[in-house]
């Protein structure tokens, strides 16, 4: 899921509830992956409550080769 998340905020920076719909999750899935995500320094917010919105972190762009290696091991075959 975590890396679905990453895959969709590369393609443009979204909220909570943009990534619940894309994703077809729950919003509180979301929220919950979003603060292991943050904590791990792999995705910024800016804003706050419901106008959270949520960047990939320049770790993330900087290594997009291996983030590529780890999409194809999990099967994620869309790529980035």
Do not use: C, W
Request: no cysteine; glycine share 6%.
């Amino acid at each position: 899921m975590r890396i679905k998340i990453i895959k969709s905020l590369l393609e443009s920076p979204k909220n909570a509830n943009k990534l619940s719909s894309n994703l077809n999750v729950n919003y509180r899935t979301i929220e919950h992956h979003m603060k292991v995500l943050i904590s791990n320094h792999l995705v910024l917010v800016q804003g706050d409550g419901y106008g959270k919105v949520y960047f990939p972190d320049q770790v993330i762009v900087r290594n997009i080769k291996m983030l590529q290696e780890i999409f194809t091991s999990a099967g994620i075959k869309e790529g980035i």
